[in-house]
């Protein structure tokens, strides 16, 4: 039986995040679900290799080594934190490396934290070019938490942790719809 993994990677530039933590619980209860193992890496993780690389065989070995478990990932968490403009650039520079149809199929989760009257507009400006990838390639599902939701970086919103539990079950119905039992790792 082959291991199953799940991803999360967040556009965290300065730590601790509520999307770091948002993603990590995401991540957790999909993993708990599939009976996977999970990883969750901030984009900064890939290195100072990362943004200047015009290939994968441009960066180094650690970079190279988180990017193989994101396309090897058997669910994608990934998320951004509030209007970093810098973050999208090097998310966009990260998927503009990989070669789309490693993730096609893939089932994918988006999140995305931010003040709260401005939630509509918070999702639409984080998530839109996240959701221009990953709409070619399968179905991403959205989840979106306001600051309100979290007290000292955890997640207290039952409302939250219902809409993420629905999500995780339309991402479990994907995984077994689309793999077998042994999930690629």
């Known amino acids: 039986m082959t291991k199953k993994l799940v991803v999360g990677i967040s556009g965290n530039l300065t730590r601790p995040s509520k999307t770091k933590a948002f993603i990590n619980h995401i991540a957790g209860e ?41 396309v090897s990932a058997d669910v994608l968490v990934a998320g951004s934190p509030t209007f970093k403009g810098s973050y999208t650039s090097l998310f966009k ?5 990989l070669d789309p149809a490693s993730l096609r199929g893939r089932p994918v989760i988006l999140a995305a934290t931010g003040g709260g009257e401005r939630h ?17 390639l399968t179905m991403p599902t959205a989840i979106y938490a306001s600051d309100k939701d979290f007290a000292d970086g955890i997640l207290v919103s039952e409302a939250i942790h219902a809409r993420s ?21």
């Open 30 to 70: 999909v993993a708990g679900r599939i009976g996977a193992t999970q990883a969750v890496f901030d984009i900064e993780d890939l290195g100072p290799s990362f943004p200047v690389a015009r290939r994968l065989s441009d960066l180094d070995p650690a970079a190279r080594s988180i990017i193989e478990q994101l």
């Open 165 to 185: 539990r629905q999500a995780v079950a339309e991402v479990v119905n994907v995984v077994g719809a689309t793999r077998s039992v042994g999930l690629a790792a």
């Open 120 to 136: 509509s507009l918070i999702v639409e400006h984080q998530l839109r070019p996240l959701f221009g990838f990953f709409e070619a």
């Open 93 to 97: 520079h990260l998927f503009d490396l």
